[in-house]
């Protein structure tokens, strides 16, 4: 600094170092509140079923915590390629899908470029838009909080350079269709980055949704990158470990933009005994998926209007009055996700707290404006 230079105090609150303007006015990430100890933890969409045995025993069968893990996580590479019937070069896993969103967006868009994703859909996607350097379009959820494909398309410019669809769609729930996906993959120019974020794919039960695997066995879909995790289905949310198909040069660029060596061994262990003990997994999904379909039921009989729920997890349009249904929920035991002004979303947990939030939920229906969107 020249010695005449006055450095000039960060502003109240601020870094006190310099910090590019638009990270700096990113909101701070906040985790879903954690629960007490008699309450059921509903906010961050996990599974609520405790690991496999032996799904711990391959998490205690890694001992060489002195030496790093293998750096392409090859077995599960391979793995999932098998399972898949894909190559080992068009699979790339990592400490979680998000990871591979975050490495993807930067391999693909640069500052002045736009990445183009529904809204309000997973919270993640601004910010990492934003963190690319990119600019975030976000276009609205149809009224009945689907994703409006068709606007999705016309928001397309020659600077768009990812779009992002989600399904199910985080927190609304709703899937995109097969069909309309392909006509939306129709519509959008073949060189844009398509990402389907398909994070609660194992727990669609409705067979006209759009499935990642299928679509990328089609012609013509070189563009479509699909992004599965074990975080959810498969209950590994705390082992960060999420997986993507494409094309092989699409995933070497996410590969390239990666931090080396983020996915544990233990993390590729556990991943691999899951994959082991996929049926038992599935069949504890399937539980996941009933308990929604009775609760959504439950909801609609007490007079909410829930959007189809496909995933592990339902959504109460409560606009306005969010906070205070939250609080409801929270003061009855039931940590839920408010999102401010516009709803709360609800994870399907354990079977003991379905009949706590139908009991919590009748009660706090009554009390919603008539006309209110969340009230059928
Ligand atoms: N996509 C969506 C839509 C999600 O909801 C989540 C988790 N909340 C993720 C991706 C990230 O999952 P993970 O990084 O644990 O694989």
Redesign the pocket.
């Known amino acids: 600094m020249p010695a005449d230079a006055v450095p000039t105090a960060p502003a109240p609150g601020a870094a006190p170092v310099r910090i590019r303007p638009e990270i700096a006015a990113l909101a701070p990430y906040r985790q879903g509140k954690q629960a007490g100890a008699d309450a059921f933890k509903l906010s ?2 996990e599974n609520p079923f405790d690991p496999l045995p032996s799904v711990v025993a391959a998490l205690h069968s890694v001992i060489g915590v002195n030496r790093y893990p293998d750096a392409s996580a090859a077995r599960l590479r391979h793995r999932l390629a098998d399972r898949f019937g894909v190559a080992p070069d068009e699979v790339h896993v990592a ?7 975050a490495q993807l967006l930067l391999a693909a868009a640069s500052p002045g470029d736009e990445v183009v994703y529904a809204w309000r ?2 919270e ?1 996607y601004p910010g990492l838009a934003l963190i690319a350097g990119a600019t975030p379009i976000e276009v609205p959820l149809t009224a009945d909080s689907r994703h409006d494909l068709p606007a999705m398309a016309a928001a397309v410019t020659d600077r768009t350079r990812a779009i992002i669809v ?1 399904s199910p ?3 609304t729930g709703p899937i995109v269709t097969h069909d309309e996906f392909e006509t939306f993959l129709r519509s959008v120019p073949d060189d844009v980055l398509v990402i389907l ?1 398909e ?2 794919a194992e727990f669609v039960t409705d067979p006209a949704a759009v499935d990642g695997m299928r679509v990328l066995g089609l012609a013509g879909h070189a563009n479509v990158v699909a ?6 289905a498969f209950g590994l ?1 705390g082992l ?3 997986y993507a198909i494409g094309h092989p040069r699409i995933l070497d660029a996410a590969r390239s933009t990666s931090i080396p060596l983020s996915v544990t061994a233990q993390a590729e262990e556990a991943a691999l005994a899951s994959l082991d003990a996929e049926v038992e997994l599935l069949e504890r999904v399937a539980h996941i998926a009933d308990r929604r379909d009775r609760l959504v039921a439950g909801l609609r009989d007490a007079g909410w209007r829930i959007p189809d729920a496909q ?1 592990n997890f339902l959504w109460l349009a409560t606009g306005e009055d969010t906070v205070r249904v939250a609080t409801a929920f929270e003061e009855g035991g039931l940590m839920v996700r408010p999102f401010a002004g516009e709803g709360v979303r609800i994870s399907v947990g354990e079977e003991d707290a379905v009949e706590k939030i139908l009991r919590i939920a009748a009660s706090v229906v009554g009390t919603l404006p008539e006309g209110h969107s969340a009230r059928g």
């Open positions: 961050s969409n400490a979680g899908s998000v990871s591979i969103l859909s997973f993640a989600c769609n985080n927190p974020d994070a609660y992004l599965r995790t074990f975080s959810k949310a960060r470990v999420g995933g």
